[in-house]
């Protein structure tokens, strides 16, 4: 049998994500002799096409609840978890009968946006429910938690690129169709410095070092501070990935950031709470609730909304009632 696992494409903590179930799963579950990777993305329109579950298991991570009976398996962290008050309905419908009926074989479905990182979800809940043995993921874990969570000591850290967990997530972020899904087998078996040294990794991240520099060069022109908000336009940059503590790392007075990138399919708002700001907890403002607004979501601390590639004005008018929303919080 087959375990497809769909995961949040591009993005760390969506690859270590697939990995850490992959091992469990293979580990701890073994119902699939085979198992296959789908990524997905935030945006404009449909995010799921049934078409791409298979026959076997299906398993969603560290992304959006879709209501359907092909999904055996889902875990995810992020407040913006459910599209619809029906979506949530149809979780609390299954959790309430896995009480009653499931066993371990019937997959399960997982939901916890007080975790750091979808990644130590999985581990958790795979080591106490299931048994599973952690210890050989640590750093895999360890890494996952620092990136998503954004817990760097200093923006110059975060920018830096140092760590062999800081240039996987450049290469991740930044790849082509196809290049994560080799990935994520190896960091089910590799330490994250193996994974790198991998010859097909290390021909993406000589060029991704070059434009990384490049792209600080860029923000550094682009980024405009006002009133604690740090707002940026390059969507006449064709790209999808950039160092998202540059802002901070340029601006460290800023509180928050609101900016504006595109790709081949779409156009994105991205907005972010500063880590290291002095502002206390308390007085942040929950970006999840704003971005929800527009059709978006994500965590208190970060979100963003995606727009279809052809909808430049409205994704720059979501991002200017963004930025002055934010301003006047500030204020």
């Known amino acids: ?191 994250l410095q193996e994974v790198l040294d991998q010859p097909f990794i290390q021909a993406e991240l000589g060029p991704l070092m070059e434009r990384h520099v490049a792209g600080i060069e860029l923000l550094r022109k682009r980024t405009k501070l006002d009133r604690g908000v740090v707002t940026f336009d390059i969507t006449d940059r064709l790209t999808e990935g950039y160092n998202k503590f540059i802002p901070y790392y340029l601006n460290p007075a800023a509180t928050y950031n609101v900016g504006l990138s595109r790709s081949s399919f779409r156009t994105k708002v991205a907005v972010g709470t500063n880590p290291w700001t002095k502002v206390p907890v308390a007085e942040l403002v929950n970006l999840a609730e704003i971005c929800e607004r527009y059709g978006g979501g994500g965590h208190a601390r970060v979100g963003a909304v995606s727009f279809p590639p052809d909808s430049e004005d409205d994704a720059r008018k979501a991002a200017e009632e963004i930025a002055e929303e934010l301003r006047r919080a500030g204020s």
């Open 1 to 191: 049998m087959e375990c497809r696992v769909f995961y949040h494409d591009h993005c760390f903590d969506g690859a270590c994500s697939a990995s850490v179930f992959t091992r469990f799963h293979r580990e701890c579950i073994a119902t699939a002799k085979d198992f296959s990777y789908s990524g997905l993305m935030h945006s404009a329109g449909s995010l799921f096409d049934e078409t791409a579950f298979v026959d076997g298991e299906n398993a969603i991570v560290d992304f959006k609840y879709y209501a359907s009976p092909k999904v055996t398996w889902w875990f995810d962290h992020h407040q913006s978890a459910f599209l619809t008050p029906a979506d949530q309905r149809d979780f609390l419908d299954s959790q309430a009968k896995a009480h009653a009926t499931r066993t371990k074989s019937q997959g399960g479905k997982f939901y916890d946006p007080a975790y750091v990182s979808c990644t130590s979800l999985i581990a958790d809940v795979a080591r106490e429910k299931f048994g599973f043995d952690t210890a050989p993921l640590a750093e895999l874990i360890h890494w996952a938690n620092i990136v998503d969570g954004a817990k760097y000591e200093s923006a110059e850290a975060a920018v830096g690129m140092a760590a062999p967990a800081m240039k996987l997530t450049m290469v991740i972020e930044s790849s082509g169709p196809g290049f994560v899904p080799r990935v994520i087998p190896l960091l089910t078996e590799m330490s």
